[in-house]
C-alpha cells in the first residue's frame, strides 16, 4: 500500500488566537507527524484561527479550542481537543487515525 | 427597592405569557440564564418554547446549540405543540448538531472559545438575538477543574455582552436542588437560574418550576406546579391572579325560574358550581345550561365524564333537552372523558385543548370531582383552579358539577375545594314531605348578585324543568340555607343541621296534624255535647209541658176540686 502514491490527508489545526500557543501547538504537531514515520507530503495541513474566521469554526462544527481535525483520505474526521502538552499522546492518536 | 437601577438588567419578553409574569418581564437581555433540572424535566422544551415564542412575538431569529439531542429529536419532541417549532426551522429556529463525536480524544487544556467562534458565525449568518446551548454540561463536563468550568461560563457570560446576544443554557441537575458540579457555584456569570422538577409520585407526576436566582430582581422562589398543554409547559396555577376586569352581563341559566334567583342568570365569565346528592338533577341543570348556551349563539363545551357523548344525549332526551341538535349545528362539543385514567394534569391538558379548539363561550364538567380523582396530591385542586382562572380568562362561563355524599370525607373536600374556587354555589338536594322525596334547589352564594336565599322544589319532567315555589312551612324556610353559607370546615355540619331541620320539619308536621285531628275531635265533641244538651233541655221542656197537660188533664177528669180553685168545700 505504502509505495501508492497516497492521497492527502486534510489536518486542521483550529486555534483560538494567541499566536505564541498557536506556534508551539503547531511546533508539537509537526513534530508528531514526523514521528509518525509518514513523509510530510502525505499530509495537507492547515491552521485556522477561529477568532479571525469563525465561519471556518462553524463550517466544521467546532466546539473547543485548540482542536486538531485529521480527515484521511476516503475516511471520517477525528478530533483531537487539547493542547498537546503530551506529544506522545498526539503521535499515538495520529498513528491510530490514518490506520 | 433593594436594587439600584444599574443592576437591573434589561428584559427580553419572552413571549411565554406565565414565564414572563414569573420573571416580571422575561429573561436578561444580554445575559445568561440557566434551566436547570433532571432528565425529562422539561429544560429542553422550554428553551425551544421560549424560543418559539419570541420568534412568534417579535420575529425573533434564535440559534440553538444542540450538544446533546440531535436536532431531529428535538424538533420531534416539540411537534404537536402549537407553536410549530418545525415550521420556524431555517427560518428563525436554526439548530446545529453540536454533539462531541463519541471518538474525539481530549488530552490537555482548552477552552470553549472554538464553540464560541461557531455560534458566532452562527448568529452573524441568521442575525439571531437568542442562543439556546441545549445540555451545556456535557461540554464542560469535560473540564476536570471546576475553576476551569467557571471561567468557561464566565467566558460564554463575556461573549454575550460582546456580541449583543442572550443565551440559555440548559444542564442538568443531578437532584432537585442540587448544586450542579458541572456548571459549578452559579452566582458567578449567571444572571437568572431557573429550576425545573420532576417527580414521581404515588399516582402521577409532578413537575414544578422554581426561580432560584434572578440578579437584581426581585422574584418568589416558591414552586410552581407544571403540567403540558398543546402550548408546552404552563403553570396550574397562574401567577399573579386574573387582572380580567369582572364582566357584569348575565348568561341564562337555561331556566327563566333560576336566572330570576341568580339576579338574571349566571354571570360572564364566572364559575358555578352545582352540587348534590346523586339523582338530584346535577347533570340536568348542566345540560340545560350548555343547550341554552348553544341555543342563545354561544358555543358550549360539555365534559362528560361517567358516560360516553350518546349516553348523556340520550339521557338529556328524556328531560327534553336535545343536545344532539346543538352538536350538530357545531355549537356544542360533547367529549367524554375516562377518569382516573390519566392525572389531573392530563384530563385538565385535554379540556382545555376542547376549548381553544372550539373557541367556547361556556363549559360544563359533569362532574368536576373526576378531574380531581387520581394523581398527586394537590394537583386536582391545582388543575381546578386552573380551569377556573381560564374560565375567567376567556369570559368563558363555567358549570362544575360535583357530587355530595354526606358522611364522606374525600367528596365532602372535593366539594369545599371547589366551592371555595367557585363564583357561585347552588345546592340541589332533595326534600320529604308528605311521603314524597321532591327535588330542591337553593343557591348557596353567588358573588356580585343579589340573590334569592330561599329553597325552590326543583321540577324535571319530560317537558322540561322548572322551579316552583318557596318551601316553607309555619311561614319559616327550614332547610337552613343560610347556615350553608358558613366556611367550608363547617359545611358538614351544616348537612346535619340541615337533616336535623328536616327530620324537626317532619316531627312538627305530625304535631300539627295530630293537634289538628285533636281539634277536629274537641269541636265535635263540643258539638255533640251541645246537641245533647240541646236535646236534654227540649226534652225536659217537653216533659215539663207533658206534665203540665197531664196534670191539667187529670184534675178536669177527676172533676176534683183544686186547692187553687178554693171554695166549694
Known sequence: MSDVPAPQAAVVLFVAGGAPRSAAALRILMAAIAASGRPESTFRIEVVDVLRDPARALEAGLLATPSLALIPPGGTRRWFVGDFERPELL??????ALG | ????????????????AWFDRLTHGGIPSRRLTVLLGQAGAGKTLLSCQIAASRAHLSGAVTVFAALEEPPA???????????????????????????PDPDMVFAGDFDLRGMLATLSA??????????????????LGWLANPARRRAELARLGRWLEEEGLTGIVTAKADRVGAPVDALGPLEFAVSLVVALERREEAGGTLRALRITKYRGSPHSSSAHPLFFSRHGLEPLMWPGGDAQPAPQDRVGSGMARLDVLLGGGYLRGSTALLSGPPGTGKSTLAALFASHVCASGGRAVHVAFDEGPEQTIRNM???????????????????????????????????????????????????????????????GQSAVRRLVEEARARSMTALLTSLVDVGHDPSLSTLSAVSTIADAWIALGYAERGGERNRTLSIVKAR?????????????????????????????????????????????????????????????????????????QAALQLEATRTELSLLETAEAERRAMQEGARAQLAISRLADTPEGGGGA
Not at chain 2, 452562527?122 to 442562543?131: D, H, M, Y
Request: charged share 25%; net charge negative.
Open chain 1, 91 to 96: 503521535a499515538g492518536w495520529l498513528a491510530d
Open chain 2, 317 to 379: 332526551r328524556s328531560v327534553g333537552i336535545d343536545l344532539a341538535a346543538h352538536r350538530a349545528s357545531g355549537a356544542l362539543r360533547l367529549i367524554g372523558l375516562q377518569p382516573g385514567r390519566d392525572g389531573p394534569e392530563q384530563l385538565l391538558s385535554e379540556i382545555l385543548a376542547a376549548i381553544e379548539a372550539h373557541s367556547a363561550t361556556a363549559l360544563v364538567v359533569d362532574p368536576i370531582s373526576s378531574l380531581m380523582r387520581g394523581g398527586v396530591a394537590d394537583l
Open chain 2, 122 to 139: 452562527k448568529a452573524r449568518q441568521t442575525g439571531a438575538e437568542l442562543v439556546v446551548l441545549d445540555g451545556l454540561d456535557t461540554v
Open chain 2, 448 to 520: 356580585g348578585s343579589a340573590h334569592s336565599n330561599q329553597t325552590r322544589e326543583f321540577i324535571m319532567t319530560g317537558e322540561g324543568c322548572t322551579l316552583t315555589d318557596v318551601y316553607t312551612a309555619g311561614g319559616a324556610v327550614l332547610l337552613g340555607t343560610a347556615r350553608m353559607e358558613r366556611e367550608a370546615e363547617l359545611r358538614r355540619q351544616d348537612i346535619a343541621t340541615a337533616l336535623q331541620h328536616q327530620r324537626r320539619q317532619r316531627e312538627l308536621q305530625a304535631q300539627l296534624a295530630e293537634a289538628e285531628v285533636r281539634q277536629a
Open chain 2, 73 to 99: 429529536d428535538i424538533l420531534r419532541n416539540a411537534a404537536g405543540f402549537s407553536w410549530d417549532l418545525q415550521s420556524l426551522a431555517g427560518q428563525s429556529f436554526h439548530p446545529i448538531d453540536l454533539r
Open chain 2, 1 to 16: 427597592m433593594s436594587a439600584t437601577p444599574a443592576e437591573v438588567p434589561d428584559r427580553l419578553k419572552t413571549g411565554v
